[in-house]
């Protein structure tokens, strides 16, 4: 049953409800986000089927897919190619690419086909500067409530960095869990930051209830200890 989608072009927002579609994809239909309620979900768009950078991304992306799974996290892909590309693709990435030590590898994840460009349209995927036809690689970190939390837009030259993607992952799920702010590079295990003025009263209340685990380097900066195996257990399913 073919339904007509309105052609919107919108560039959404940090905070915004992640826009609603219906779509094709590899593993059948979806109804986006009402069918990821409840779990984290990854929207990501690659340029092109059959090219090198999107090969060595979906081969990367696909071997971790386990992992984003244990953090309660779902991948959708799209491109603008169809869905016999999506699936001769994909095909061929299992049967004949060997790369960096993965080989066999099979994309188990859906993969949106968007020929009419209405959901790269309407996530601002296709960006005129960079390319009218292609959508640029865009990362979109959906909530389980459906809000979008994090965008990272890489150009079609320049693979994506998946370490980095997973650390984005569990990072919001650890400041939503624990109330903290994470700094520069932090990993699970590194200190984290207590939240700032204004988000819990003044500085001189926080710096009168300062934790004895607390390390103030200004009344604005304060982190404190975070085990690793917290982190662990609040994001990774059970
Ligand atoms: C690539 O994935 O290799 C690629 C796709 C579109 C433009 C440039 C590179």
Redesign the pocket.
Known sequence: MEEKQEQVVSMPRIGDPAPAFKAVTTQGEINFPADYKGEWVILFS???DF?????SEFMTFASMEKQFDQANCKLVGLSVDGLYSHIAWLRTIKEKIEYKGMKDVEVKFPLIEDITMNVANLYGMIQPGEDNT?AVRAVFFIDPKGIIRTIIYYP??LGRNFDEIYRVLVALQTADQFGIATPADWRPGDDVIVPPAGSCGSAKDRMDAKEDDMHCYDWFFCTKKLDKEKVLDAVLKK
């Open positions: 690659h340029p092109a090219t090198p950078v999107c090969t292609k079609l030259s």
